[in-house]
């Protein structure tokens, strides 16, 4: 079966492709994959092919766990939304459908999008298809799995919060966009840091993030933080060279700590970048240093009473019900949530708590003003920022049982301070080392996702 | 024995009557509906699911700050105020913690000035059935989300207070001024409610939490002052708490101890961005704030040459008498009559009744009538007030009720008794143009015997004289 995006519409187009044949054919494909790598949570068994016309027709979509679809259980990676079936479609679900997008499925993640690699997962972790002892990334851990491990054409929507699509991205050797928060409407994802939270894309292919990104992106007067910022096709971006763009290379992201060989990975490409007729240059971020520790206040003093609602009162899991409310609520929150969620409810109650508010969430707060005007000064001089995507290769399961939080926490070094500033970033596949996969990220200004679909497309084929 | 030093601030609530709810497009007034019928999945905090300001509250919310002399924040947010309650659909209500929407401000009553901190808005949680209905016995609790998301403003004062008089002259003047600026319905139920933070020479603050009833306020806060006087005189102490007041009985019990500040860990709700109020949208307010009771009542007095107590009490008992009573002076420009009338009488007649004048069957085109048959004499003050009840409870043209019942004599009626009785008593007639005054009061007496107390002594009085000289 093929498995390129462009080449599937053209096979519609000439009428190539019977739609009900196929789309058995590759839920089968997805129960095989799924017996190998676990991407999924819910297999949509019986998807809605009425529509058959619109920019994404007869597309296989998968879609993040965590963002709502009509019918079809919604869990967040969370027990305590097992069976939960939302009554109505997130709006970046509802767009994708009216297109003709084919929800085939809900890929795992990290519970409500908390971790880094896909192990904190209350339905089994997803497993690198380039290596199955290896983690596949997070949070967005699934859509990267199925991405790579699909023997079909297939976009997955996936979501970021602090990298949880750039990090996936770059350990399954695919692409992925982080739009500009506000980009794409968050109506109807389950919140995890609402300030910070985004919708993008993963992808084989850099045209494929584009063509999906489009269809999800635009003004939704549900959600009071979406932009009323116009969104071209952003598929015309693809391919257009790079000719005299300027980068920069932020020093702090290309430290002592990173793996060497990730670091000559992204060296190769950087050279294939000037090749393209680009200059490059170093430069330096440096509050980079306070944007971990800043990221993770704001966040878990969000999540932390995004995270109240889920009491067994009027949907998700519930318990038998004796003493006070209190105690039932203790009951169900005890048993539902898994032990990264209850960590940052505790760590994210106390950043909010009179006495500590000031020192923690509110001075967070204005870390993250100031990390917006570094980005901010650096796009006059440059049309991108790129700096390798992880700072190690997918690590194994067995490496990450070893990490302590604070140390997991610092994995995220090379993503927190863009999706904390709601600016673009596009991760693309670079090359490999011992086999697995590299890669390279590109930031970029606030809506300028074109630009950056631009730079990715020209590291794409040899 | 000394009078013990009162000190109390309230917080008062008030349901905004929006068409939809603060953050979502179900309706902000479901009435009877089934209960968690009027609910959606935003006002339920369904996973995914996001907040959206309605503009009417906002506007609803600048206009009660500006009514109260505040002054209207230009940039706006709205916080999470987390704790865990059943009664909280994502278990932290939607509010506003550091910027409210109008800050400072006061409402004069008399000589007090009661000073105003803050005027902010929020959602109001659903409403709880107790299976007992008493949130201190019942053992099961239902929730019902149909009033969960309804706008509410909340008005703040300063400790000003020094008794609970005040606050029931607060609560009506704030009543009234809120319905002057038609942002609340004062007929819906709880649209109206009250904390109170009460403390007695200077001991420990109690909160009354959730009082409905301008006299139950009054009520429960004198309660509150008894209470407190009792403990302090056997030379203990007030203990920090919240209190819950019991309508049925008018007392207050003990919910829940305070032993510290409480700790709602606020964050700003990253959902809603920030509102800039710009100085356009405040003028414009301004410049359409309708006329208010404070205003109006000077109005009354300054136009009508009434005194400030009628003008005070036709304000203050609503918009809807204050109406009645200039639609009458447009029938019948008598105003002093109109308003005694209307004060002393009419209002009793209602209150008995326990009906609004807008509700009632009481219309100024009738109730002129009345008035019009005082003044010209056609009935005495007394058969008068009868006639009012009469009025009040039927609804019938005074008019049509006096013929009827034989009320009131005509002129003409009148005129013919007091010739024949002049006719028939030439002795008293001569005494009195000699000069007898009790001659008169003879003469007079006679007629009302006639007339059977109907007619009024001064009428007849003019008459005798006018027909004898």
């Not at chain 1, 980009?183 to 993008?200: E, P, T, W």
């Not at chain 1, 490409?269 to 440096?286: D, Y």
Request: aromatic share 8%; charged share 25%.
């Amino acid at each position: 079966m093929e498995t390129s995006i462009r080449k599937h519409i053209e096979a519609i187009k000439n009428g190539d492709v019977k739609l009900e044949e196929f789309v058995s054919e590759v839920l089968e494909r997805c129960e095989k994959v799924q017996s190998k790598y676990r991407p999924f949570i819910t297999i949509n068994k019986k998807p809605d092919l009425k529509k058959s016309k619109g920019k994404l027709a007869g597309i296989p979509i998968s879609v993040k766990d965590s963002i709502c679809t009509d019918g079809i259980q919604t869990t967040a990676g969370s027990k305590i939304l097992e069976g939960y079936v939302p009554p109505f479609d997130a709006t970046c679900v509802a767009n994708a459908r009216k297109e003709g997008g084919i929800i085939i499925g809900k890929t795992a993640l990290d519970e409500f999008g908390f971790g880094t690699f896909s192990t904190n997962c209350a339905y089994g972790a997803p497993k690198n298809p380039h290596d199955p002892e290896r983690a596949c990334g997070g949070s967005s851990g699934g859509a990267g799995c199925i991405t790579a491990a699909a023997d079909f054409p297939h976009i997955a929507i996936a979501q970021s919060t602090g990298g949880s699509i750039t990090a996936p991205a770059a350990f399954t050797g695919t692409v992925g966009i982080t739009p500009t928060y506000g980009r794409v409407s968050r109506y109807g994802l389950i919140d995890y840091a609402n300030s910070m939270d985004k919708i993008g894309v993963i992808g084989k292919e850099v045209y494929d993030a584009a063509l999906l990104l489009s269809v999800m992106s635009g003004y939704d007067p549900l959600d009071s933080t979406s932009s009323e910022e116009k969104t071209d096709d952003l598929t015309s971006y693809v391919g257009k060279g790079i000719e005299g763009m300027r980068f920069g290379i932020p020093k702090e992201y290309v430290s002592d700590t990173t793996d060497k060989k990730v670091v000559s990975g992204f060296m190769k490409a950087v050279q294939k970048l000037e090749v393209a007729g680009a200059k490059v240059e170093e430069t330096s971020l440096p509050l980079t240093k306070y944007a971990v520790s800043s990221y993770y206040l704001i966040a878990i003093s969000e999540a932390s009473t995004n995270l109240a609602k889920y009491c067994g009162l009027r949907y998700g899991m519930q318990q038998e019900i004796v003493g006070d409310f209190e105690t039932y609520f203790s009951k169900v929150r005890t048993a539902g949530f898994g032990k990264e969620a209850k960590r940052r409810i505790l760590l994210g109650t106390y950043a909010r708590m009179a006495g500590y508010r000031d020192a923690y969430y509110l001075k967070a707060l204005r870390v993250r003003a100031k990390i917006i005007k570094e980005f901010k000064s650096e796009f006059k001089k440059f049309d991108a920022l790129i700096a390798p995507s992880m700072p190690i290769l997918p690590p194994k399961f067995s490496e990450i049982d070893k990490l302590t939080p604070i140390q997991t926490y610092n994995m995220d070094i090379l993503t927190i301070a863009s999706n904390m500033a709601g600016i673009p970033s596009l991760s693309v596949p670079v090359g490999k080392a011992d086999g697995l996969p590299i890669g390279l990220q590109i930031m970029g200004d606030h809506f300028a996702e074109g630009k950056l679909i631009q730079i990715g497309s020209s590291l794409e084929g040899r | 024995m000394m009078e013990p030093e009162v000190m109390i601030g309230i917080e008062a609530h008030v349901q905004l009557n929006t068409k939809s709810k603060m953050f979502c497009s179900d309706m902000s007034e479901p009435g009877d509906a089934e209960p968690n019928s009027n609910t959606c999945p935003i006002c339920l905090g369904f996973p995914g699911s996001k907040p959206k300001v309605n503009a009417k509250a906002v506007e609803h919310g600048a206009m009660i700050g500006l009514a109260l002399n505040s002054r209207i924040n230009e940039k706006m947010f709205f916080s999470r105020k987390a704790y865990f309650y059943p009664d909280l659909s994502k278990n932290y209500q939607i509010t506003q913690y550091e910027i409210p929407l109008a800050s400072g401000g006061f409402m004069q009553l008399g000589e007090t000035k009661i000073r105003i901190r803050r005027v902010h808005i929020e959602e109001d949680p659903a409403k709880l059935v107790h299976d007992s209905g008493e949130i201190t016995s019942a053992n099961k609790v239902l929730i019902d989300y149909n009033r969960a998301g309804v706008p509410l403003a909340e008005i703040v004062t300063e400790p000003d207070f020094k008794n609970p008089r005040q606050v029931r002259q607060f609560m009506e003047h704030l009543s009234s001024v809120l319905e002057y600026l038609g942002v609340y319905d004062p007929k819906r139920e709880m649209s109206l409610r009250v904390d109170a933070n009460i403390s007695i020479n200077g001991g420990e603050r109690v909160e009354i939490k959730n009082i409905t009833g301008f006299e139950n306020v009054e009520k429960a806060l004198s309660y509150e002052v008894v209470r407190q006087s009792g403990i302090t005189r056997m030379g203990a102490k007030v203990e920090r708490e919240t209190r819950h007041f019991n309508a049925e009985v008018k007392t207050t019990s003990a919910l829940r101890k305070k032993e510290y500040e409480e700790d709602y860990g606020y964050i700003f709700d990253p959902d809603l961005p920030m509102i800039t109020l710009t100085r356009k949208f405040v003028d414009s307010l301004k410049a359409n704030m309708p006329e208010l009771p404070e205003q109006r009542a000077a109005r009354l007095v300054k136009d009508y040459k009434i005194s400030d107590y009628y003008a005070n009490v036709i304000i203050y008992t609503g918009k809807p008498m204050a109406d009645f009573y200039e639609a009458c002076l447009k029938l019948e420009n008598k105003p002093e009559p109109i308003a005694s009338w209307l004060v002393n009488y009419l209002l009793k007649s209602l209150n008995w009744r326990s009906e609004r004048i807008e509700d009632s069957k009481v219309k100024p085109e009738t109730f002129v009538e009345l008035i019009r048959m005082i003044e010209k004499g056609e009935v005495t003050e007394r058969y008068a007030k009868e006639l009012m009840k009469q009025y009040v409870d039927t609804g019938t043209s005074p008019k049509k009720l006096a013929a009827k019942e034989k009320f009131a004599l005509s002129e003409s009626d009148m005129l013919k008794i007091v010739r024949e009785i002049i006719s028939k008593n030439g002795k008293a007639v001569s005494e009195f143009k000699s000069g007898k005054g009790e001659a008169l009061q003879f003469l007079i007496g006679l007629v009302l015997k006639e007339t059977k107390k109907q007619a009024d002594p001064k009428t007849i009085k003019g008459i005798i004289e006018k027909e004898i000289r």
